[in-house]
């Protein structure tokens, strides 16, 4: 296994300046950084994690606090983890992904004992009770999803009221008049998930403003519940000629249940759901729908925690609240109604 020692040989340099190269601790010329990383590239050194701790009082470690309900869709929840792990290994940190169900405990265990440097907040619930230990923990922090008190903290998130608004703008400007919107299980409202009722609420204020009638109803997020909840739903709506999903199962579940309910889409039922391109390809759904764009919300919550970590206190800016402005993707799941 390379040393730093190998390291320097092969750069052609001082221990020390190899040393100082990699650690960013001392101003080191252009030159003499590129020869010391491509003599790591060459031989494959990896820093000793524990040694780099003590020398730079940094882990190289994010740390990301992300709970698995029963009552959400995992493949969901996956898409936001790979976007900040993918580019927490592209900015040169590893992740500790921590799941325990006790949230704040597992925050305050792996600040106290500096495991991280800073930390990544999944989950994040309307009244959030790990943001309280966060705040205090001493290490940044940047959370995708919106709590109600921001502060201290930087968030990003959809816009989900935009997404309310811009579902029912584009069935509206098809002249679709009864639309039903079925949304996340109550209970995940009642957590704390507020993405839930920001949506619905935009999209009912839009639809009154619009000439709409909108129902809203809740449906499971596992099968076979879910396809169960929906055939229920479309019995008791028969007159609507436009669907909103912002429940992923729900559009995973929704083909094989217009299949046996002997209805297509667009000419039956038009169809825009909440969810990223990449779940509409894993699960080969043909439904238009509002990018939720899970792996830019997490990169660009690693991006400003990195910035953070590495600025130091010299980072001294008012935290930030940014949301992604929702687009629809057509995917030919929508037309004009019936008459």
Request: charged letters at 25%; glycine letters at 8%; aromatic letters at 4%.
């Amino acid at each position: 296994m390379a040393t730093i020692g190998d390291v320097a040989k092969v750069a052609g340099v001082s221990r020390s300046t190899a040393s100082y190269a990699l650690s960013g601790k001392r101003a080191i010329s252009h030159d003499v950084r590129r020869r010391v990383e491509d003599a790591v590239r060459q031989l494959g050194y990896t820093p000793n994690a524990g040694a780099r701790a003590l020398a730079t009082s940094q882990t190289r470690v994010i740390g990301l606090l992300a709970q698995f309900f029963d009552d959400e869709f995992a493949p969901a929840m996956m898409q936001y983890i790979r976007g900040v792990t993918d580019t927490a290994r592209e900015l040169g940190y590893d992740t500790l992904l921590v799941s325990e169900a006790d949230g704040p405990n597992a925050l305050r265990r792996i600040t106290d004992s500096r495991m991280v440097d800073g930390v990544v907040l999944l989950n994040v619930a309307e009244q959030d009770d790990r943001l309280p230990v966060l705040r205090t923990a001493g290490a940044p922090g940047a959370l995708v999803g919106l709590p109600r008190d921001t502060t201290g903290v930087d968030v990003f998130d959809l816009d989900f009221e935009e997404a309310g608004r811009a579902m029912v703008d584009h069935l509206a400007a098809l002249g679709h008049r009864e639309l039903l919107l079925v949304s996340q299980p109550d209970h995940v409202v009642e957590r704390g998930g507020a993405y839930v009722w920001r949506l619905r609420d935009a999209a009912v204020a839009q639809a009154a403003l619009r000439g709409v009638r909108l129902h809203t109803a809740s449906a499971a997020a596992h099968q076979p519940q879910v396809g169960s909840d929906l055939r229920t739903l479309l019995e008791q709506h028969p007159d609507v000629t436009g669907l909103l999903l912002n429940n992923e199962a729900a559009a995973a579940a929704l083909p094989s249940v217009l299949q046996t309910r002997g209805l297509s889409v667009p000419a039956d039922l038009s169809v825009v759901g909440r969810f990223s391109d990449e779940f509409a390809r894993n699960f080969s759904l043909p439904y238009s729908s509002v990018e939720s764009a899970p792996d830019r919300l997490g990169s660009m919550a690693v991006r400003q925690l990195v910035r953070r970590i590495e600025g130091g206190g010299e980072v001294t800016e008012p935290h930030v609240v940014r949301y992604i402005t929702p687009e629809i993707v057509d995917r030919g799941s929508t037309d004009r109604p019936r008459v």
